[in-house]
């Protein structure tokens, strides 16, 4: 089996010598070529070339960012024509990730471990026993993501976090949630609700205030703590969307202690849900944040989703 190892080498958790373990192990497993990555985006360039040189799998060492990087090389690619391949996610390359960013919610919904030993040992035994599962995906106008989007509000917080990140602060929890509080009380303008939701065939849902998409669950977690607005997302449906009407403070601390509870299920008359759901559109009245999977993409007034059914196969 040809394989091909992506590492970021600015991933949060692990250092070069447990790089240098993952490769050796790896490597008595499948015939094993490693590529770093050198900037944003150039995840994405090397899993396409990876799939179209024909390799059985592509792996991942880093965050979920470059998980989101590498799913989306390899979406676009034109990989070899496999005669024995009869659907699209047979054609391409499986996906294995080795978490090593902060959170790796990617990694953790496919049930893998939170530590990337944990998780390499995983992946190395899902591998001799040939176990994988396929699953479907997100995708955003010409974007694919893995298990989660946000338009408004969350992306503004991880907006906050990346710039934080950039002048030196560490990912922590505590960086989330205080990025969070000066977002919603300084950053949002909470009274004036933007964002209309249209689905083909319904009427449309105005005056939404912010937007969470989930292609499985949870959305994130805090810690160990899984936050989970939408807990009956997941790969083998479509797109579970959870929207605020307002974003007023007791409506919104509500549904926020909702997320957290054991057996969550956000709801009220602030709240609107939807699950399973093919396709939608988001358009705003003024530019909104948007992020995918955790990474900022800028400002948006229109986004088109659409769910992408059995996309990719996974080792996990």
């Known amino acids: 089996m040809r394989a091909v190892l992506v590492v970021n080498p600015k991933a949060t958790t692990t250092s070069e010598r447990s790089r240098d373990v993952l490769v050796r192990a790896l490597r008595s497993e499948v015939d094993l070529s490693v590529r770093y990555t050198r900037r944003r985006g150039h995840a994405m360039v090397l899993a396409r070339e990876a799939a179209e040189e024909g390799v059985d799998l592509v792996v991942t060492l880093g965050g979920d960012g470059t998980v989101n990087e590498v799913v989306n090389g390899l979406m676009t690619a034109e990989p070899p024509v496999r005669p024995d391949a009869g659907t699209r996610a047979d054609q391409l390359p499986a996906l294995a990730t080795v978490p090593g960013g902060s959170t790796n919610v990617f990694a953790r919904a496919l049930g893998l471990p939170r530590e990337w030993p944990e998780g390499?040992?995983?992946?190395?035994?899902?591998?001799?026993l040939g176990r994988h599962r396929i699953i479907g995906l997100g995708r955003a106008d010409d974007r694919y993501f893995t298990?989660?989007?946000?338009?408004?509000?969350?992306?503004?917080?991880?907006?906050?976090?990346?710039?934080?990140?950039?002048?030196?602060?560490?990912?922590?929890?505590?960086?989330?949630?205080?990025?969070?509080?000066?977002?919603?009380?300084?950053?949002?303008?909470?009274?004036?609700?933007?964002?209309?939701?249209?689905?083909?065939?319904?009427?449309?849902?105005?005056?939404?205030?912010?937007?969470?998409?989930?292609?499985?669950a949870p959305w994130t977690y805090l810690g160990d703590r899984e936050i989970n607005p939408n807990p009956a997302a997941s790969f083998d449906l479509g797109l579970d969307v959870l929207a605020l009407r307002q974003l007023r403070v007791a409506s919104t601390t509500r549904t926020v202690t909702q997320f957290l509870t054991g057996s969550p299920d956000p709801r009220g008359r602030q709240v609107l849900r939807l699950h399973d759901t093919a396709e939608f559109t988001l358009l705003s009245n003024r530019p909104q944040a948007f992020q995918l999977d955790g990474d900022y993409l800028g400002e948006r007034e229109k986004v088109r989703f659409t769910s992408v059914p059995a996309a990719l196969r996974v080792i996990c």
């Open 120 to 128: 390499a040992s995983m992946i190395l035994e899902g591998l001799r």
């Open 147 to 216: 298990f989660c989007a946000g338009f408004g509000l969350d992306a503004a917080v991880i907006h906050r976090v990346e710039q934080a990140r950039r002048r030196g602060r560490v990912s922590t929890p505590a960086l989330y949630l205080r990025s969070t509080m000066k977002q919603y009380f300084l950053g949002s303008d909470r009274r004036h609700p933007a964002i209309t939701l249209e689905r083909p065939g319904e009427p449309a849902e105005g005056e939404l205030a912010t937007v969470i998409i989930q292609n499985t």
